[in-house]
T-cell receptor
Framework: NAGVTQTPKFQVLKTGQSMTLQCAQD?????MSWYRQDPGMGLRLIHY???????DQGEVPNGYNVSRSTTEDFPLRLLSAAPSQTSVYFC????????????????FGPGTRLTVL | LAKTTQPISMDSYEGQEVNITCSHN???????ITWYQQFPSQGPRFIIQ???TKVTNEVASLFIPADRKSSTLSLPRVSLSDTAVYYC??????????????FGTGTRLLVSP
C-alpha cells in the first residue's frame, strides 16, 4: 500500500490565484481530513469527510473548499489564495471509528508546502 | 473541547529514558489518549494510544493514572533519531462521529550525543 499520498510537495502561488491540493489513500478508509500547520504550531483541522459525498468544516475552513466523490480521493481547493494561507498542508485518513480506541489512529500524508506571495 | 498541556521543550542524552507528561483536565469519559511523533518536513506518526493504566508497545510506554487527567509518555533509551516533536492528543468526537484530533503545540525533544 502507498498509504496517503499528496501532490504537489511544494507550491508557490500569487495572491488571488486558485489551486487544488490533491490527496489520495489506498487503504479504503472512510474518514479523511485536511490540516494545516503553521511554523512552530500544532495542526489545525480545515475540513473533514466521513465518507464519499459527506464533508464538513473543521476549525479553520474559510478560504477552502473540499469534495469527496470517491472513497480514495479528497482534494482541497484554495479559492483565492492569500498570504495568510502560507502553510504546510497535511491530509490524513483513518477507518471509521466507534467509541474510540485504536481505530482512531490517523495516517498522515507527507504534506504540501504552500507559499502565497 | 478537551485540550492538552505539555512542556514546550525537553533535552536529553542518548541512552537516557525520557518522560513527557501531558495534562488533559477536561478529558471525556469515552476519550482515548493518543501520542504522535513528528519529524521535520513529515506528517505526524502514531506512537501509542491508551485509555487507562499502562500501555506498552515496541517503541514506548504510556502511563495513565486513575483520574485520567494526565498521561506520561515514556521513551526508553532514546537515540539521536528520537529528536522530534511529540504531540499528546485527546479525541473530541463531533456529532458526525468524526474524532477530531486537537493538536497543541507539542513537546520538542532534543536528544544529544
Amino acid at each position: 500500500n502507498a498509504g496517503v499520498t499528496q501532490t504537489p510537495k511544494f507550491q508557490v502561488l500569487k495572491t488571488g490565484q486558485s489551486m487544488t491540493l490533491q490527496c489520495a489513500q489506498d487503504m479504503n478508509h472512510e474518514y479523511m481530513s485536511w490540516y494545516r500547520q503553521d511554523p512552530g504550531m500544532g495542526l489545525r483541522l480545515i475540513h473533514y469527510s466521513v465518507g464519499a459525498g459527506i464533508t464538513d468544516q473543521g476549525e479553520v475552513p474559510n478560504g477552502y473548499n473540499v469534495s469527496r466523490s470517491t472513497t480514495e480521493d479528497f482534494p482541497l481547493r484554495l479559492l483565492s489564495a492569500a498570504p495568510s494561507q502560507t502553510s504546510v498542508y497535511f491530509c490524513a485518513s483513518r477507518p471509521a471509528g466507534g467509541a474510540g480506541g485504536p481505530r482512531d489512529t490517523q495516517y498522515f500524508g507527507p504534506g504540501t508546502r504552500l507559499t502565497v506571495l | 473541547l478537551a485540550k492538552t498541556t505539555q512542556p514546550i521543550s525537553m533535552d536529553s542524552y542518548e541512552g537516557q529514558e525520557v518522560n513527557i507528561t501531558c495534562s488533559h483536565n477536561n478529558i471525556a469519559t469515552n476519550d482515548y489518549i493518543t501520542w504522535y511523533q513528528q519529524f521535520p518536513s513529515q506528517g505526524p506518526r502514531f506512537i501509542i494510544q491508551g485509555y487507562k493504566t499502562k500501555v506498552t508497545n515496541e517503541v514506548a510506554s504510556l502511563f495513565i493514572p486513575a483520574d485520567r487527567k494526565s498521561s506520561t509518555l515514556s521513551l526508553p533509551r532514546v537515540s539521536l533519531s528520537d529528536t522530534a516533536v511529540y504531540y499528546c492528543l485527546v479525541g473530541d468526537k463531533l456529532n458526525t462521529g468524526f474524532q477530531k484530533l486537537v493538536f497543541g503545540t507539542g513537546t520538542r525533544l532534543l536528544v544529544s550525543p
